[in-house]
């Protein structure tokens, strides 16, 4: 049996289109999975201390890189502390949260294995 690979030619997104869009840094934004044409959604995620998204869930799993400053991650029951260079996995359909838990700016490279970003918004069990 003979297996054909799909052809893939190559993709560009530019960093200055998203962040036309999401915000005023360069490193703010997303790459939509459809742009690439391929099953990953990437985010660059500025945080300020204290800030970072409510509890919520996605129907994929979500890998968080941090690049700069250090999160406070509640994935299911397990709290991680997490700092540059940690690597976080949010498994599908398991309820996540973080927040910039240090002095200074925050920033992430938030990989959704989806083509697209698919999010339900939950009511956080802590509040």
């Given at each position: 049996?003979?297996?054909?690979?799909?052809?893939?030619?190559?993709?560009?997104?530019?960093?200055?289109?998203?962040?036309?869009?999401?915000?005023?840094?360069?490193?703010?934004?997303?790459?939509?999975?459809?742009?690439?044409?391929?099953?990953?959604?990437?985010?660059?995620?500025?945080?300020?201390?204290?800030?970072?998204?409510?509890?919520?869930?996605?129907?994929?799993?979500?890998?968080?890189?941090?690049?700069?400053?250090?999160?406070?991650?509640?994935?299911g029951d397990e709290k991680i502390d997490a700092t540059v260079g940690d690597v976080v996995m949010g498994p599908a359909h398991v309820p996540h949260k973080f927040h910039n838990s240090g002095s200074g700016t925050l920033r992430s490279i938030d990989i959704h294995l989806s083509r697209e970003w698919i999010q339900t918004d939950l009511d956080d069990p802590e509040a």
């Open positions: 049996m003979t297996v054909m690979a799909r052809k893939l030619g190559p993709k560009q997104a530019r960093k200055l289109d998203a962040a036309r869009i999401f915000g005023d840094s360069l490193w703010d934004g997303s790459v939509d999975g459809t742009v690439l044409g391929c099953d990953a959604t990437i985010l660059f995620v500025s945080a300020e201390p204290g800030e970072g998204p409510s509890w919520h869930l996605h129907p994929y799993d979500e890998i968080f890189i941090i690049t700069e400053g250090c999160a406070s991650f509640t994935v």
